[in-house]
Nanobody
């Protein structure tokens, strides 16, 4: 059974940093393309960052370029989203997604709130 478990969300002041983690099991993590999305109420889920199985050629949404970094550890079966210079507009539920040869899967999400 595929599981994706996000952690690391919370409340942070504008300009602060957070690191989100997403641990995967039940599939061959090293072969999966991994993505981070975010969603605010009433809006569609937005792709934030992407990292392929090989770990190179990452892609970011324009709104987070230069502030967020996606990375992965294929030994720990974990993908990370390091977020710097956070803004109130970054407030959302953040989800990780695994795209494998057998299907695509979502985590349960972790809330990030940027507020003073």
């Amino acid at each position: 059974q595929v599981q994706l478990v996000e952690s690391g969300g919370g409340l942070v002041q504008p300009g602060g940093s957070l690191r989100l983690s997403c641990a995967g099991n039940g599939f061959t993590f090293s072969r999966a393309n991994m993505k981070w999305y975010r969603q605010v109420p009433g809006m569609e889920r937005e792709l934030v960052a992407y990292i392929p199985s090989a770990g190179s050629d990452t892609i970011y949404a324009d709104s987070v370029k230069g502030r967020f970094t996606i990375s992965r550890d294929n030994v720990k079966n974990t993908v990370y989203l390091q977020m710097y210079s956070l803004k109130p507009d970054d407030t959302a539920v953040y989800y990780c997604r695994a795209v494998t040869t057998t299907g695509a899967y979502w985590g349960q999400g972790t809330q990030v709130t940027v507020s003073s």
